[in-house]
């Protein structure tokens, strides 16, 4: 069980209209919307700073920062709910997938500007900057404003594997898990 209960319908109107555009009709929210749904501030800050539209990433380098912030975070149920809602549609394979959850990042599977975003967040993980050596590959990749699009999603993902895994949120019914052992530390 969440260490805090989620909201229960009906929700205040901010929060359905906003429920409304990014949950399929006839779906329930996820759990984390609906512990977020108890206070319609937090909600509202929450829900829409999640960087989930179309910015100066494309979607697939927006779902490997994803799944590698929340992969070293640990956190499983973000991992397995993006993992699950967005890695086809990113045109991610299985062994990419996969390969979010391990710290080698000059597997195959990998472009180089794929493993220098992979850099930016392992170096993240470990602390709250970036080495001028990877600074230096991000910019050869990536505009300055995809740079600070990156630099937001890490940061943000990294508050929700904080959020997903202090609550001990359950994971969703049809979310991806963590494979049994992995090199990331999964036992």
């Known amino acids: 069980m969440s260490r805090i209960a989620p909201a229960v319908p009906p929700y205040p109107e901010s929060i359905q209209t ?42 697939r380098e927006r779902e490997i920062v994803i799944l590698r912030v929340c992969a070293n975070n640990r956190a499983e149920y973000e991992w397995g709910v993006h993992v699950s809602i967005f890695a086809e549609r990113a045109g991610l394979s299985s062994e990419q997938v996969a390969a979010t959850l391990e710290p ?52 943000f993902y990294r508050t929700i594997s904080l959020l997903v895994n202090t609550l001990k949120l359950p994971l969703e019914a049809f979310s991806a898990r963590f494979p049994e052992r ?6």
């Open 18 to 59: 906003r429920l409304d555009a990014i949950v399929p009709k006839g779906v329930e929210p996820i759990l984390l919307f609906r512990v977020l749904a108890r206070d319609e501030r937090l909600f509202a800050r929450s829900v829409g700073a999640g960087l989930l539209d179309r910015g100066h990433l494309t979607l």
């Open 104 to 155: 080698e990042r000059a597997a195959a599977c990998w472009t180089p500007r794929d493993r220098v975003v992979l850099a930016l967040c392992d170096e993240l993980t470990l602390g709250t900057t970036v080495s001028d050596a990877v600074w230096v590959q991000l910019a050869e990749e990536f505009s300055e404003e995809a740079r600070l699009e990156l630099l937001l999603l890490c940061g």
């Open 182 to 187: 992995g090199a990331a530390g999964q036992s």
